[in-house]
């Protein structure tokens, strides 16, 4: 079993910037081979932001978030980090930290945190 733990959400205006990170505990050297985050607002899907490979650090992103997210990885603390720059206000959503995720869902999912961001 692998636990994730979200932090770093928040309320920002547009322009700013957040950095979120994604602890992940447990098993996690033999059950997570990628992590990445999702997005959800209120009524909509849920949609793909970015993943990055545990071991080999390469990153997908959405078209959406491209040139403005970056998502990184410290392997050694097992932690995974989203930094969140130029926000608009379609980016306010509730983002999911994720372990081994897919194009539309994944294995282990952390908590949410909520972001906000006014115009």
């Known amino acids: 079993q692998v636990q994730l733990v979200e932090s770093g959400g928040g309320l920002v205006q547009a322009g700013g910037s957040l950095t979120l990170s994604c602890a992940a505990s447990?098993?996690?050297?033999?059950?997570?081979?990628?992590m990445g985050w999702f997005r959800q607002a209120p009524g909509k899907e849920r949609e793909f932001v970015a993943a990055?490979?545990?071991?080999?650090?390469?990153?997908f992103y959405a078209d959406s978030v491209k040139g403005r997210f970056t998502i990184s990885r410290d392997n050694a603390n097992n932690v995974a980090y989203l930094q969140m720059n130029t926000l608009i206000p379609e980016d306010t959503a509730v983002y999911y930290c994720?372990?081994?995720?897919?194009?539309?869902?994944?294995?282990?999912w952390g908590q949410g945190t909520q972001v906000t961001v006014s115009s």
């Open positions: 994720a372990a081994n995720p897919s194009q539309t869902s994944a294995h282990y």
């Open positions: 447990g098993d996690t050297a033999f059950s997570v081979v990628a």
């Open positions: 990055i490979q545990w071991s080999g650090g390469n990153t």
